[in-house]
């Protein structure tokens, strides 16, 4: 069984000016790093569609999807909230890192592949149903994980959310009473800290932990211990959804709290384990945040690495 690798092109020339942190350099960093480390040959890369509005009206206004496309500039930028901007490429960009994601969960499901990992920008958990939010204009995770409820028929699907912002848009979408018995998403995140959200509404199905600047791997990793992995093994997920944010890495200049990529190999396991035990292994991972380039490529490599099953982790034995 294989690990996927979507990386649309579209998503690179989503550009919001310079000096902006979220920037096209990064899904490239991601790349280069993937091939410099020699994981890249163990991948299989596909192309994807863009996402429908089927597929988007799930979790996103129809009104909001209307706006969007008709905000679309034919040069220069539109504003759509104080730090999300779309150039002439955004819109495609969008809409094919969303189909990269159902894309990931039609093959996962099918069997195609064991688990998937979308190179994908702009990134999705602060869009709401109704509003582009914090460098995200269609929320990723939240339509993949529609995808597999109302396209496949799966009964329950959690989210996990590392990233280092908490996401309140998945919240916001998933928070809605007819999805307590199918959704849950267990988070951690920089408390307080943008976007102010997560330490309300928790229950037991949204399990978001909020952690305070310099926390580090030890509070991170007993987090996880004390409170997802409880939570997910009691609502036993057919399938994980990973917002897989690297910018709680301490090389991060955007937030402080100090994990490594050693640390994104370690929650990796762990989600590894419970999608083996759970969900037949079934993991579709998305990136969301992550700006220092360095610490990114090397992030996504653990993360990816721990995906296809730990090869060149382990010792060699002779
Ligand atoms: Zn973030």
């Known amino acids: 069984m294989t690990t996927l690798f979507i990386s649309p092109p579209d998503c690179q020339l989503h550009d919001m ?12 960093a991601v790349e280069q790093q993937l091939a410099a480390s020699g994981l890249m040959d163990l991948l299989v890369r596909e192309e994807a569609p863009k996402a429908t509005r ?18 679309s500039p034919a040069q ?3 504003q759509l909230d104080p730090d999300t901007a779309m150039n002439p490429h955004s819109l495609d960009a969008a809409l094919r890192g969303a189909g990269a994601v159902v894309h990931a969960t039609d093959a996962v499901i099918a069997g195609r592949a064991r688990n998937a990992f979308c190179n994908v920008r702009p990134p999705g958990h602060h869009a709401l149903r109704d509003r582009a939010m914090g460098f995200c204009i269609l929320n990723n995770v939240a339509v993949a ?25 998945t919240e916001a979408i998933f928070a809605d009473a007819k999805y307590d018995d199918r959704v849950m998403m267990v988070s ?15 229950s037991a199905s949204m399990v978001n932990i909020p952690l305070p600047a310099r926390s580090g791997s030890q509070a991170f990793r007993a987090a996880v211990e004390a409170h997802w992995l409880p939570a997910l093994d009691n609502f036993r997920p ?19 709290l100090e994990l490594t990529e050693v640390d994104y190999a370690w929650v990796t396991e762990k989600l590894i384990a419970v999608a083996a035990k759970h969900a037949s292994g079934r993991i579709v991972s998305m990136l969301e945040g992550g700006y220092a380039l360095g610490a990114l490529g090397r992030s996504a490599e653990a993360h990816i690495r721990s995906l296809l099953g730990g090869v060149g982790v382990a010792p060699l034995r002779k």
């Not at 009206?57 to 209307?66: I, Q, S």
């Not at 920089?190 to 976007?195: A, E, G, L, M």
């Not at 917002?243 to 301490?250: E, I, Q, T, Y």
């Open 238 to 256: 057919q399938m994980l959804f990973i917002s897989a944010g690297f910018d709680a890495h301490r090389e991060d200049q955007l937030a402080m």
């Open 145 to 169: 994980a529609a995808h597999a409820l109302e396209q496949h028929g799966l009964q329950r699907v959690a989210i996990i959310d590392f990233d280092v912002h908490h996401g309140n848009g």
């Open 17 to 28: 000016g310079d000096h902006h942190p979220e920037c096209p350099a990064r899904v490239a």
């Open 188 to 202: 951690t995140f920089q408390h307080p800290f943008y976007p102010y959200s997560g330490t309300e509404g928790r």
């Open 76 to 78: 220069g930028w539109v």
């Open 54 to 71: 089927e597929q988007l009206e799930r979790v996103h206004d129809a009104g909001y999807l209307d706006a969007i496309e008709e905000a």
